[in-house]
T-cell receptor, first 113, second 111 residues
C-alpha cells in the first residue's frame, strides 16, 4: 500500500538530548512537510522541502533541523536548542508543493522529560 | 509573514444543527484546502478550492472560496455525531511552497 509512515508513534527523551523523527513516503511525492501541533494552536510549519536536496524553513524552524537526501525520506531532528519540544509532530507529503492534497502520517508524539 | 486565521476555535452544537467555520488569510492565496482531524488522528484531506468565488459541495458539506481569494468557509448542514473533529483550512501563498494551516475549529456534536 502507498502511504506516508512516521515512526515511532510515541517517543520519550530526556531533556538536552537530540532526537530524530522518521518520515518515509512511497507515494513518489516531491514535496514533504513537517508540522508541529499543540493544543489550540493548530498546525505550525517547521520545515518543508519541494525537491530532493533542498528545504526551506517554516514559521518555527528554530531548534529543529532536517535533511532531504532521498525523495522518500525527510527526517526531522529536534535538537536540545528547542525550548519546548514536547508536542505532536506531523509529517506530510504532496505531489507538488501545496498544489495538491497533502497526505499526512500518523504522527509522532514526543515527550521530553 | 503569511497568516491564516480561523474562527471559531470551538463550536458545540446539538445534533441536527448547522455549523460554519471561517478562514481568513492576510495575503491572497493560490488555493485553499480543507482537512478534518478526528480526535487522536491525523488530518485528512477534504477538498481543494482554486478559483475565485468557487463553491463546492460534498453531501452535507459546502465549501466556499472568496472572490478576493483571501477567505473561505466550510458549512455543515444538519450535523451528525460523525462530524465530530477539528476542521482545518490550509492556504498556499502565491509564492508557492508554503502550505500554512489555520488554527482549526474543534466541533463537538451533542446527540
Amino acid at each position: 500500500d502507498g502511504g506516508i509512515t512516521q515512526s515511532p508513534k510515541y517517543l520519550f527523551r530526556k531533556e538536552g538530548q537530540n532526537v530524530t523523527l522518521s518520515c518515509e513516503q512511497n507515494l513518489n511525492h516531491d514535496a514533504m512537510y513537517w508540522y508541529r501541533q499543540d493544543p489550540g494552536q493548530g498546525l505550525r510549519l517547521i520545515y518543508y522541502s519541494q525537491i530532493v536536496n533542498d528545504f526551506q524553513k517554516g514559521d518555527i524552524a528554530e531548534g529543529y533541523s532536517v535533511s532531504r537526501e532521498k525523495k522518500e525520506s525527510f527526517p526531522l531532528t529536534v535538537t536540545s536548542a528547542q525550548k519546548n519540544p514536547t508536542a505532536f509532530y506531523l509529517c506530510a507529503s504532496s505531489i507538488g508543493a501545496g498544489k495538491r492534497m497533502a497526505f499526512f502520517g500518523q504522527g509522532t508524539r514526543l515527550t521530553v522529560v | 509573514g503569511q497568516q491564516v486565521m480561523q474562527i471559531p476555535q470551538y463550536q458545540h452544537v446539538q445534533e441536527g444543527e448547522d455549523f460554519t467555520t471561517y478562514c481568513n488569510s492576510s495575503t491572497t492565496l493560490s488555493n485553499i484546502q480543507w482537512y478534518k482531524q478526528r480526535p487522536g488522528g491525523h488530518p485528512v484531506f477534504l477538498i481543494q478550492l482554486v478559483k475565485s468565488g468557487e463553491v463546492k459541495k460534498q453531501k452535507r458539506l459546502t465549501f466556499q472560496f472568496g472572490e478576493a481569494k483571501k477567505n473561505s468557509s466550510l458549512h455543515i448542514t444538519a450535523t451528525q455525531t460523525t462530524d465530530v473533529g477539528t476542521y482545518f483550512c490550509a492556504g498556499l501563498n502565491n509564492q508557492g511552497g508554503k502550505l500554512i494551516f489555520g488554527q482549526g475549529t474543534e466541533l463537538s456534536v451533542k446527540p
